[in-house]
């Protein structure tokens, strides 16, 4: 009776758990997540949206996110989707992703001197999507699309090998719910980084040959226009 008890609190505490150790059983990462869902967030972006028509999403409270130094507004639903690796080491665990979000912030903010993370989402190779600056922010990750489209990178350095089938669910849905949610055009254009941005390897070779099998993909230079 006395360790069933103390089993339930454990769980108990290993589910309120965030990001700092604990590994979240899998079956109840959904429930764990959408109890943060109205964590604030610095703007607010996940009340936006009807989290029932998304995946899971691991809010900046959830991962520990620092506060950005400014942001700007961007204008919604927007008509590209721009997809990224981080050219970093990959994860496949809760926390092993939130350590390389807050990695990734980290890197973004001193050494780049960027406001924040560059991407409105990341994905884990642990299946879960990562909020970064969300829906409703202008991004950092090419000029000119910054403000017109999300940016999307998957964690991990996809050169020569493949994202997990998980992780390509995960860009999958949360296209998906940007649609649903009207943060992103219905008959959006998908590109990789190479092709916003010239001289760029991102999203590595690997991947960079697997999105062009997906839907709305769009072959060709899409270079920001010169005027
Ligand atoms: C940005 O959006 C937020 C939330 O909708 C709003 O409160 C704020 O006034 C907006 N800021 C600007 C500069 O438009
Ligand atoms: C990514 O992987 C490729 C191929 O293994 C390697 O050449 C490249 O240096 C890696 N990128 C980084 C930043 O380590
Ligand atoms: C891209 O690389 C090519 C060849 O190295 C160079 O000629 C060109 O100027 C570069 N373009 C930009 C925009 O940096
Ligand atoms: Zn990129």
Aim: with cysteine.
């Amino acid at each position: 009776m006395w360790k069933e008890s103390l089993l339930v609190v454990l769980s108990l505490v290993a589910f309120k758990e965030i990001c700092d150790g604990v590994h979240i059983i899998e079956g109840l990462q959904n429930d764990h997540v959408h109890n943060h869902w109205k964590n604030i967030d610095e703007g607010g972006s996940m009340n936006s949206v009807d989290a029932k028509a998304c995946p899971t999403i691991v809010t900046r409270a959830d991962w520990k996110a620092r506060t950005p130094r400014d942001r700007y507004n961007m204008t919604t639903p927007v008509p590209f989707v721009v997809l990224h690796h981080t050219d970093m080491a990959e994860c496949f665990t809760y926390d092993d992703c939130c350590k390389m979000m807050r990695y990734i912030q980290d890197f973004h903010m001193d050494f780049r001197e960027w406001d924040d993370i560059a991407y409105s989402f990341l994905v884990g190779e642990d299946g879960l999507v990562y909020e970064g600056r969300g829906w409703d922010t202008v991004g950092s990750h090419a000029p000119w699309y910054n403000f017109r489209s999300l940016g999307v990178s998957i964690m991990g350095n996809f050169t020569t090998k493949l994202p997990n089938q998980r992780a390509v669910d995960a860009v999958s849905s949360i296209i998906n719910c940007a649609i649903t949610n009207k943060k992103l055009d219905p008959d959006y254009v998908l590109i990789g980084h190479r092709q916003a941005t010239p001289n760029r390897t991102c999203p590595g070779e690997a991947l960079y040959k697997e999105i062009q099998t997906w839907p709305h993909w769009k072959p060709g230079d899409h270079f920001p226009p010169k005027h």
